[in-house]
């Protein structure tokens, strides 16, 4: 039986939308950030970094939202091809968000939502950056339905930070593509229920108030409020 710990943020939603979309049977574990569950002892014994999202299949414990959705891949056969060429395409997309749309598009957000004294540099660099990297995916978009064609594990990590545009205060704007891409994912009864996990949606306002007030004190590193797409 996999085990899920996650939190109701991006981050965790790539997960989530894997297991829905596969169908695999999963027991959830919320992780309370605000309170810093996530840097317990226990926790940290699952997820060494002290981050969400973290899974355990039959007691093997497996951290990074990246390497759980490749995980996820190769256990349910699904949503990774078999191909070489195809294969490291999404691959290539995967790592692509793992290593720069998820970091600039977080701090886009933590710079425009969680900060007392605004820092002009940072809000420009991170959200220049984010945009360009949504400029990217849009080429990328073009004549694609999906991020390399067939729905992959690429489209389950990325879609959830591109979601938080507006939470992140990146326009859009003129990406035809992504704009068209967001409601197509969004679509998806799998996407949809995936991103339903980790807190009852009439509990949003309390959690993100709470949320907010942990980051201020340093214990929480962001939140995407659920609706925000
Ligand atoms: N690279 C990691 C990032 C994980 C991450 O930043 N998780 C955030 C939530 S989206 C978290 O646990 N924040 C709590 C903290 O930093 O204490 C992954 O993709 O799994």
Avoid at 18 to 30: D, K, S, V
């Amino acid at each position: 039986m996999i085990e899920l710990y996650t939190a109701p943020t991006p981050n965790g939603w790539k997960v989530s939308i894997m297991l829905e979309e596969c169908g695999l049977p999963y027991e959830l574990h919320p992780v309370d950030l605000g309170k810093g569950e996530q840097k317990t002892a226990w926790f940290q014994d699952i997820s060494p970094n002290g981050r969400i999202p973290a899974i355990r299949d039959d007691g093997f414990a497996v951290f990074e939202s990246g390497a759980i959705l490749h995980y996820l891949a190769e256990k349910s056969g699904r949503f990774l091809p078999t191909e070489p060429h195809p294969r490291w395409q999404v691959l290539q997309w995967l790592h692509w968000q793992m290593g720069g749309l998820g970091p600039m598009v977080g701090q886009s957000v933590s710079f425009n939502r969680y900060i007392e004294e605004p820092v002009p540099y940072a809000i420009a660099r991170y959200g220049n950056e984010s945009r360009r990297l949504f400029e990217v995916l849009d080429r990328q978009l073009a004549g694609r339905d999906f991020v390399c064609g067939e729905v992959s594990i690429a489209d389950f990590a990325i879609y959830p930070w591109v979601r938080a545009h507006r939470w992140a205060r990146v326009p859009i704007d003129g990406l035809t593509h992504v704009e068209k891409w967001l409601p197509r994912m969004r679509a998806r009864p799998g996407v949809e229920r995936g991103l339903s996990v980790g807190i009852p949606e009439e509990e949003v306002d309390r959690w993100s108030e709470a949320r907010r007030a942990a980051y201020k004190k340093g214990g929480a590193s962001m939140i995407t409020p659920v609706d925000e797409a």
